[in-house]
């Protein structure tokens, strides 16, 4: 993908239907993409024809954006699109073209549809998923468009229309679009009068219909200018509609409210929440002082307690307000240097404030903290000012505490915000219905004049108990809920929505019903996307329920891949245990720690000779190893072998004295690492913030600057602005992968417990997720919650490109086991799998990217090269298998280590990655002492820029004993 495919079909996502919510038009920023596709001198791709088909039920819309590319390029790329809705737009479903015919996506849980997504995009056949990111931003991503060729596809969006005084008014915004080859654009109102137009494509036509009014216009090579504008009567008596719906039947219900507001007492002392996150550069800050303007004024004479919210909390400073007058604060707010992540937890409500303001825009990406919980007395507003923040959230926050969420878009809105702000009006506080059910509204108050109401229904007729309550004074809406109330397409998605949106203050605590929800209703959420599939025989194998033309195929296979998956886990056990056995008969055997002999030729004879039965088998089909690499002894030469091993039989029983390691630390060379190394403490942070917004997308530039505060002592400065990186690419897995090993090298494991957290959510598929929480949780010292989770590891059928991690996520495990302060419960655990294999050294590989192919190569003392090729060395050095499929690890172990230097290199083997990558980044852990109580290990980061290069990373050297 490119910026020219992005700007082209942002015309349509985030330009035409996604600003066209609400007057007045908010001219809020283009969202930048994320992607990256083309190389060289290739040619972007391309959107050849777009066709908007807007259809209105009651004060809902529904626009289809049907969607041609091209791809002009010699080789197939995979589409990746990230783009924002508004708050009250949702995506209703999408479709991609299957042999010529369009076939729907069905829901799917979040971190199987990413895992069933990239699983056959490796096998290079078509899926497509549309998932939510984070906050109210989306992804799409295709595979393949083919080379010289097209891909469509279909996305269907609902919004809330808004209106504008009595009547509706829906506008789409066009002046973003570029050129398009065919434009189609069709629109379907229910309306009894013609709509009026104004602005742009005023020679659209009308013309009366079955339902109300429609109107089409085509055009070609079309490069459209300005703004559409439709306006028609809006209901003015309360409106029901219901959904027969899975067995059931759903309603919504519409109640338009008078503009009844009074001002309201405001309170003297007050909090103030300030997110001075880096992704709070992105608010509109003019705005949002303009705003407080109007508040301070009203308030005229109180305390504010400000707290900043980042990575972490900081400590309350306090401001006095005489008179309106807020200069100090002011200036506190406007001098905030935006960094670090979002965390809206580690703060504490104090007692005597009774009301907050949080200005933010939701999107907590650190930390594993709920929102703190408010008194009965405390009021929470929160004001949003960005562009695709959690409005959700936001929103689900401020309606549990007695607020409200405040939209403000720019210093336009800033008369309508603080009119919400600042007053009181009509507030839903009871729903009740004779016998209808799970009643819930979109809002408990009246946005742009309706109240908005869904439930399910258990009778033919009922009556909806409406209770509002405005200065105090409560009062009862009616309304009849009839059976001959019109059909409304989206009425059961609405419900679900509202719903869900309910959900949204605790999203973590509410994961299973959120999922539930969004599964049944074919939702994207938090929790669920949409997924197309090529083949009925994929949707079993993942069983996941196909569209209901293949669901007597699918129900077919899947019958017996129930029974597959049974013997599998199964299987999967007995091979560990098997493996396990294989090494453990490796560990026992003397390794020969003198010269080895001069290598012969008869090389595969002797490996099967030396090493261990399982081991040599494998070895026996290796390639041959490097010619300065020396093999172990040849046949002919097993007694001199023997005599070796008899030679060092009293040094096997006992560690040697003394192992020095010195790893090559990753120093960045870059003018800004050079600028702040020679910086001094008081100024580096200012040089720093100075330098960022040059490297706002870098991960490097975050490691390098973290790196070196860490270096000169300066630890919360270096935690800070490495969390930069749970800003930068909403739910990339690598990119967090990076944070959480960054943070347990800096000692932090109570920061980097909940982002491998996360990285387990949404990547379940991968062992890495379950291993890399397992060491972490070991970390923090919580052993049992470390054994647990490895051992999924190690009990789950993995993907065969994810070679031998059993083996290595149960080493550490039983390490873990012996040497843990107390007792843990290994219950669960088969006994033929607990028996810890303590070495003199080991090291582990692991890397940030998929389908990516890195080796790691340790050299011993004799100049014997152990690595993918070359498994098992003279002295007993083992490497494990190959891991060719991306992140590793990849392990070497050495039982006894032979006093001399060892060298440690990494080499970048290639990748197989369908869009393009920046700089791969690796970690090396090296452990000496490993199982044992006196176990020492260091980490490492460093980065490689191309395929085929060999770093240098470090070495060690192990001390002879006194007197040997």
Avoid at 98 to 111: L, N, Q, S, W
Wanted: glycine residues 6%; hydrophobic residues 40%; aromatic residues 8%.
């Amino acid at each position: 993908m490119s910026h020219t495919l992005w700007r082209a079909c942002l015309a349509s996502l985030a330009t035409t239907l996604l600003l066209a919510a609400s007057p007045p038009v908010i001219n809020l920023p283009m969202p930048q993409p994320i992607i990256s596709g083309t190389r060289g001198n290739e040619v972007p791709i391309q959107l050849q024809q777009l066709d908007v088909r807007v259809r209105v039920a009651g004060s809902q819309a529904e626009t289809t954006l049907d969607m041609t590319f091209h791809n002009p390029n010699g080789r197939q790329l995979e589409g990746n699109l990230q783009f924002p809705l508004l708050p009250h737009q949702q995506v209703a479903g999408f479709a991609l073209d299957i042999d010529g015919a369009m076939r729907p996506a069905v829901p799917v849980e979040k971190a199987k549809g990413r895992e069933v997504f990239e699983s056959i995009e490796r096998r290079q056949v078509d899926p497509a998923l549309l998932e939510s990111t984070a906050g109210h931003f989306f992804r799409l991503r295709i595979y393949p468009i083919p080379a010289q060729g097209e891909r469509r596809v279909q996305i269907r969006i609902s919004e809330s229309i808004p209106r504008d005084g009595q009547q509706y008014s829906y506008r789409l915004p066009l002046d973003h679009f570029n050129a398009v080859a065919d434009f189609r654009l069709a629109v379907d109102l229910p309306s009894r009068h013609v709509p009026k137009l104004q602005g742009a494509l005023t020679q659209l036509q009308f013309k009366p219909s079955a339902q109300g009014y429609s109107a089409v216009l085509s055009r070609d090579h079309f490069t459209p200018r300005g703004q559409l504008q439709l306006q028609w009567p809006a209901a003015a008596a309360p409106t029901v509609y219901r959904q027969p719906f899975d067995g059931e039947h759903f309603f919504v219900a519409e109640l338009p409210v008078a503009d009844t507001v009074t001002p309201r007492a405001l309170p003297r002392q007050i909090g103030l929440l300030w997110d001075s996150s880096s992704s709070g550069t992105r608010r509109q800050h003019a705005a949002e002082l303009a705003l407080l303007d109007r508040y301070f004024a009203a308030m005229g004479n109180g305390e504010v307690r400000l707290v900043r919210l980042r990575d972490r909390a900081e400590a309350a400073q306090h401001f006095r307000i005489v008179n309106g007058n807020w200069e100090a604060l002011r200036s506190a707010l406007q001098a905030t240097q935006y960094d670090g992540a979002t965390a809206l937890d580690g703060w504490q409500p104090h007692p005597g404030t009774a009301e907050y303001l949080l200005f933010s825009d939701g999107l907590a990406n650190y930390g594993s903290g709920s929102f703190p919980k408010l008194a009965s007395h405390q009021r929470l507003y929160a004001i949003d000012s960005s562009n695709g923040g959690d409005s959700t959230r936001l929103g689900a926050l401020a309606s549990l505490y007695g607020g409200r969420a405040i939209q403000l878009g720019s210093a336009q809105d800033v008369p309508l915000a603080a009119k919400k702000l600042l007053n009181d009006e009509a507030r839903i506080v009871g729903l009740d219905a004779d016998s209808a059910e799970q009643l819930v509204a979109a809002s408990p108050y009246a946005e742009d004049g309706l109240l908005r109401i869904a439930g399910r229904l258990r009778s033919a007729n009922d009556t909806l108990r409406i209770k509002l309550l405005l200065n105090g004074q409560a009062s009862e809406q009616r309304i009849a809920l009839r059976t001959d109330a019109p059909e409304h397409p989206h009425a059961a998605s609405l419900w679900a929505r509202y719903r869900i949106a309910q959900l949204g203050a605790e999203p973590q605590l509410n994961r299973s019903e959120i999922t539930r929800l969004g599964k049944r209703f074919s939702l994207v959420t938090g929790e669920t996307s949409l997924l197309v599939l090529d083949n009925v025989d994929d949707y079993a194998h993942y069983d996941i329920t196909p569209p209901a033309d293949y669901l007597p195929r699918f129900e077919k296979i899947r019958a017996g891949l129930v029974r597959m998956r049974a013997q599998a886990r199964t299987k999967q056990l007995e091979d560990v245990v098997r493996e396990f056995q294989e090494k453990i008969s490796w560990w026992e055997q003397a390794w020969p720690k003198g010269n080895p002999p001069r290598p012969k030729p008869a090389k595969r004879q002797a490996e099967a000779e030396i090493g261990t039965a399982g081991m040599a088998a494998e070895m026996a089909g290796a390639p041959p190893m490097a010619a300065a690499a020396p093999m172990p002894a040849p046949a002919p030469a097993m007694a001199a072998r023997n005599k070796a091993v008899s030679a060092v039989a009293d040094d096997n029983g006992a560690p040697p004295a003394d192992i020095s390691i010195a790893l090559k630390p990753w120093q960045a060379n870059a003018p800004y690492a050079r600028r702040l190394r020679a910086a001094t403490s008081e100024q580096r942070y200012q040089i720093y913030l100075d330098e960022k917004p040059s490297y706002l997308n870098s991960s490097a530039f975050y490691l390098d600057a973290a790196d070196i505060f860490l270096d000169k002592g300066q630890r919360d400065l270096a935690l800070r602005i490495l969390s930069n990186l749970a800003e930068m690419d909403l739910e990339n897995r690598q990119v967090l992968r990076i944070l959480g090993y960054r943070l347990l090298q800096a000692g932090a494991p109570e920061l980097a417990v909940p982002v491998f957290e996360r990285v387990r959510q949404m990547a379940e598929e991968e062992p890495q997720s379950f291993r890399d929480l397992g060491l972490a949780y070991a970390a923090q010292q919580r052993h049992q919650d470390a054994i647990d989770t490895l051992y999924e590891v190690i009990t789950r059928p993995w993907d065969d490109r994810f070679a031998e991690v059993e083996l290595i996520a149960l080493a550490e495990l039983n390490a873990i086991a012996a040497n843990a302060p107390t007792k843990l419960d290994t219950r669960q655990i088969d006994g033929r799998l607990l028996r810890n294999l303590p070495l003199d050294i080991r090291a582990v590989l692991t890397w940030d990217a998929d389908n990516s192919d890195m080796d790691l190569w340790v050299t011993d003392p004799n100049g014997e090269k152990c690595y993918y090729a070359h498994r098992l060395t003279y002295q007993g050095g083992r490497m494990s298998r190959d891991f060719t499929g991306g992140y590793g690890p990849e392990e070497f172990s050495l039982k006894q280590a032979k006093p001399g230097k060892y060298k440690i290199e990494a080499n970048f083997y290639g990748q197989r990655q369908q869009v393009v990558s920046g700089e791969t980044t690796l970690q090396l852990k090296l452990t000496t002492g490993f199982g044992k109580a006196t176990a020492k290990e260091q980490m490492i980061t460093l980065r490689l820029k191309g395929e085929s290069e060999t770093v240098f990373v470090g070495e060690f050297e192990v001390a002879a004993k006194p007197g040997k």
